[in-house]
């Protein structure tokens, strides 16, 4: 079964603090994307690699957000410094297969809220 | 800007009732998929659609794709508590998907 540990579940910090936010997938697969959903926006893609290698990273907001993934079992997602309108979750999915219909597995998500 | 547009953005209704929910875009989709989200929960795939015109039925739930491809609908037979959820399009086109902003249902008891 495919599955997406994500850590920390919840974070909570100062404005102009790092972040960091934390993928492990449990099962194979060839697609890592990060996402990041508010009321306001939605679901709005931010990154996404394939066989770890980072390919559209248009949706990234700004500078201050990166991510990287060292490897098939990890990746990190930072911001640098954080912003009050940072506060949003984030989830990690992974998908297996080149098709973009292919179904894509989500973790349960941080919730990050930046004071 | 959404490429994709859901509505209701929120629905409230009791146990047993019908619903149809929307999804539209100006934009052809090569496949388009509808997901379930429940609170704390990162969203689960119910279905993918990917011919005009296609129906397809997951026990009390229907979900159509419109024959030119750039719309589709879920519609939920007897409603049930456990329902309740965010229902989240997302749509296919040219190698990239995108979803919209999700319909909140809300089913009483």
């Known amino acids: 079964d495919a599955g997406v540990i994500q850590s920390p579940r919840h974070e909570v910090t100062e404005m102009g603090q790092e972040v960091t936010l934390r993928c492990k997938p449990i099962s194979g697969h060839d697609y890592l994307f990060w996402y990041r959903q508010t009321m306001m926006r939605g679901l709005e893609l931010l990154i996404y690699?394939?066989?770890?290698?980072?390919?559209?990273d248009s949706g990234m907001p700004e500078d201050r957000f990166s991510a990287k993934m060292p490897n098939a079992s990890f990746s990190t997602l930072k911001i640098q410094p954080s912003e009050p309108r940072d506060s949003a979750v984030y989830f990690c999915?992974?998908?297996?297969?080149?098709?973009?219909?292919?179904?894509?597995?989500f973790g349960p998500g941080t919730r990050l809220t930046v004071l | 800007t959404q490429l994709l547009e859901q509505s209701p953005q929120f629905l409230s209704i009791q146990e047993g009732e019908n619903l149809t929910v929307y999804c539209n875009s100006s934009s052809v989709f090569s496949s388009l998929q509808w997901y379930r989200q429940e609170p704390g929960e990162g969203p689960v795939l119910l279905v993918t659609v990917v011919t005009g015109g296609e129906v397809k039925k997951l026990k009390r739930l229907t979900f159509q794709f419109g024959d030119a491809r750039k719309d589709s609908s879920l519609h939920i037979t007897a409603a049930q508590p456990g329902d309740t959820g965010l229902y989240l399009c997302a749509g296919v086109a040219n190698n990239d998907m995108r979803f919209g902003a999700g319909t909140r249902l809300t089913v009483k008891p």
């Open positions: 690699f394939n066989n770890n290698v980072p390919i559209d």
């Open positions: 999915a992974i998908r297996s297969g080149g098709a973009f219909y292919n179904e894509q597995f």
